[in-house]
């Protein structure tokens, strides 16, 4: 153990380093393979890393997406990316990443072998679509990952079309978190009763607080602690939560939060209980076999078969001594058509009346008519099995449901999203589409311009726009607002100019440029780092990061609290090397070698990580008062723990009361920490570090 006086040096030592900037050093270089959309979109997020960037295409755009580009490119080298002298003009030896990102996946592979050769170090980020062989490739070729560029953003354009206050769904092995942007009404249950520091918890943080009439934040934590919500106020946070179709498949209404699960339980009951309750469930059971006739048949007969069979049980009940389970036995025995069965149950001496022959004969048609239908059933499912006959769609859905026009690569993995949780959904192409995709979507094939009449869009929720060409996507939206103002619109787009042109000639549509989202999470891979997802909040883009902590690490003996707040990201999960995850974890955690860290972050976020450079810490502590004995030693101890100074150095400051603790804070650090103290009855309070 080390002596007070070497461990307050220690523990000084450890703040003046964490708090020097690091050194200036040559910019890493990276190289990009393809200057399509995606390729520029790529190299443009690389340049605002202060980075070198190479490029590599044949031939030249005709016209650059960004206009700027060729002047920030450091190298612009025309040729086959595949050649190794091509590679070698684009100084591929000094490169730290390639990303190949041509729109042919097949030069992309021949590209990275290539590189591999001339270069075994470098880390290759591939656009490619093929899953099997990508992980392959990844444990050949080493420091590889790969990407389609339709893969990332289909989650997002799935998310916009739900026109609900969820954001955005972030799946961690066995835990599910969703990212929720609420609108503060006079009915939920934050109203005017929390302040926004009370808002996180175990399972919950705050992402941001938008008050009624402010502009959108820029950042994460640009909220002040101490606030209360209002009416009006926009608040998103990020929450650990259950199954993914149990979340989704009814929407979030703040004012169910202040209901009493006891309330809610019974008004459960009374609907289950109430006529119109049974009359819909059977109005939608018979909308949901309109295109299957064979179905609504059996529903009849079914029906049918089973009314006789209480009515025939009720009869023979009262007109002869027989109990209940003989009743219902004959009368079941009727239905099969045994007539001898039926009146030798009964006794010799009994005269059958013609109401009872009659009643009989009735009973034969009816059960044969239902074996002909059995027997119909079984033969059409046999027959679809064995030669895999094509079965009929589900019909079109009435109201609240999700058209989805397009549906090449992009439009197919938002129709699975919005199958998995369960929407409504409608899909709209002008090509046929394989019966084995999406067999219980509803589907029209037919002129993209001729469908919009077909597919209940006055009673839409929503309309995706995702096909490959911006100017339908653009004339159909207009289209589908011109029908239904009232419906959300997602507008897919390719080119930059473009989507901000329409964002701000139709506000009312949301733009979301496919290559341009695509690229961010291309760019953060390409730095080293695991891109999990990416999610829109607040018209920025978000990705969800993983980290695992290495020696040279700059996030090497931080604390949570230092990268949450001096980076600008939220950590939403940590793990120690052999140990239980920990969600949403706490602040005073320091990271070590090893450790794996997942976390939200902007782009401008993830370069600060990259770089290194932290926000600066600009409020202090004044320690005032300790108004017990066992308050100083508590309070020291909770000194310590949330600002990461030594133990020795707290206990120096409380036992000098008043004093200034010497180590400057986040102002959201230095704020839990004043609250901390006031439960360990320690009076502190926040004062600015003086400008130096």
Not at 247 to 272: G, Y
Not at 464 to 471: R, S
Request: aromatic share 6%; hydrophobic share 45%; charged share 20%.
């Amino acid at each position: 153990m080390l002596p007070p006086e070497s461990e307050s040096q220690l523990g000084e030592q450890t703040i003046a380093a964490h708090d020097r900037q690091p050194e200036p050093s040559t910019p890493s270089r990276f190289l990009v393979c393809g200057l399509g959309s995606l390729g520029q979109y790529c190299a443009m997020v690389l340049k605002e890393f202060g980075v070198l960037v190479s490029a590599i295409t044949i031939p030249l755009p005709e016209s650059w997406e960004i206009a700027a580009l060729p002047e920030l490119l450091d190298d612009l080298v025309t040729g086959d990316c595949r050649q190794p002298e091509c590679l070698e003009n684009a100084k591929i030896h000094a490169c730290r990443a390639v990303l190949l990102v041509t729109s042919d996946e097949r030069v992309n592979i021949e590209a990275a072998f290539a590189i591999r050769l001339l270069n075994p170090d470098v880390r290759l980020v591939v656009r490619s679509s093929k899953q099997n062989l990508n992980a392959l490739l990844g444990q050949n070729l080493g420091n590889f990952v790969a990407f389609e560029a339709s893969q990332l953003p289909a989650p997002a354009f799935a998310i916009a079309a739900l026109a609900s206050e969820i954001r955005g769904f972030i799946n961690l092995g066995d835990h599910l978190l969703r990212v929720v942007k609420v609108s503060i009404d006079d009915e939920h249950r934050w109203r005017d009763l929390r302040v926004l520091h009370e808002l996180n918890n175990a399972t919950r943080r705050l992402l941001s607080h938008i008050p009624e009439g402010q502009p959108l934040p820029t950042e994460f934590h640009q909220w002040e602690a101490d606030a209360r919500v209002r009416i009006g106020d926009l608040v998103a946070y990020i929450e650990v939560t259950g199954n993914l179709t149990e979340l989704t498949a009814t929407p979030i209404a703040p004012s169910s939060h202040s209901k009493r699960w006891s309330e809610r339980l019974w008004q459960k009951r009374r609907q289950l209980l109430s006529g119109a309750y049974l009359q819909r469930t059977l109005r939608e059971l018979w909308q949901s076999t309109a295109q299957q006739q064979t179905k609504r048949v059996a529903l009849i007969v079914g029906s049918v078969m089973l009314s006789l069979l209480v009515c025939g049980t009720v009869v023979f009940k009262l007109t002869h001594k027989v109990n209940w389970l003989q009743a219902f036995y004959v009368s079941g025995v009727m239905l099969l058509g045994s007539y001898d069965t039926v009146f030798g149950s009964l006794s010799p001496q009994d005269s059958f009346p013609l109401w009872m022959r009659l009643m009989n004969l009735s009973y034969m048609m009816a059960g044969t008519a239902s074996i002909a239908v059995l027997y119909a059933l079984l033969t059409e499912t046999l027959l679809a099995a064995k030669f895999q006959l094509p079965k009929k769609r589900p019909p079109l859905p009435q109201h609240d449901h999700v058209v989805l026009i397009g549906l090449g690569r992009v439009g197919r993995r938002v129709a699975t999203f919005l199958q998995q949780i369960k929407h409504p959904l409608v899909g709209v192409s002008n090509q046929a589409i394989e019966s084995s995709f999406l067999p219980q979507m509803p589907l029209v094939v037919n002129e993209l311009t001729s469908t919009l009449a077909k597919v209940n869009l006055a009673t839409a929720k929503s309309v995706v726009l995702a096909t490959d060409d911006e100017m339908a996507n653009l004339e159909l939206g207009l289209m589908a607002h011109a029908a239904n103002p009232n419906c959300a619109l997602v507008i897919r787009t390719f080119d930059t100019r473009f989507s901000a042109s329409i964002d701000r000639l139709l506000p009312y549509a949301k733009v979301l440029c496919a290559y341009e989202l695509a690229a961010e999470a291309f760019v953060a891979a390409a730095f080293g780092e695991k891109v999990l997802n990416l999610i829109r909040l607040n018209e920025q883009t978000v990705l969800v990061t993983e980290y695992t902590i290495a020696p040279d690490d700059h996030l090497q003996g931080c604390l949570l609290a230092e990268v949450a707040y001096g980076y600008g990201a939220v950590p939403i999960l940590h793990q120690r090397s052999h140990a239980s995850v920990r969600l949403m974890p706490s602040d005073d955690i320091r990271l070590e070698v090893g450790d794996r860290l997942v976390v939200l972050a902007s782009i401008n976020s993830l370069q600060q990580i990259e770089r290194g450079e932290r926000l600066p810490r600009q409020w202090q502590i004044c320690i005032d008062q300790a108004l017990s004995k066992d308050a100083v030693f508590d309070g020291a101890t909770t000194i310590a723990r949330i600002s990461g100074c030594s133990l020795t150095m707290a206990r120096d400051c409380i036992n000098q009361l008043p004093s200034l603790l010497p180590v400057p804070l986040y102002k959201h650090q230095a704020q839990r920490l004043t609250r901390q103290l006031r439960k360990a009855q320690v009076l502190a309070h926040l004062v600015p570090e003086p400008q130096r």
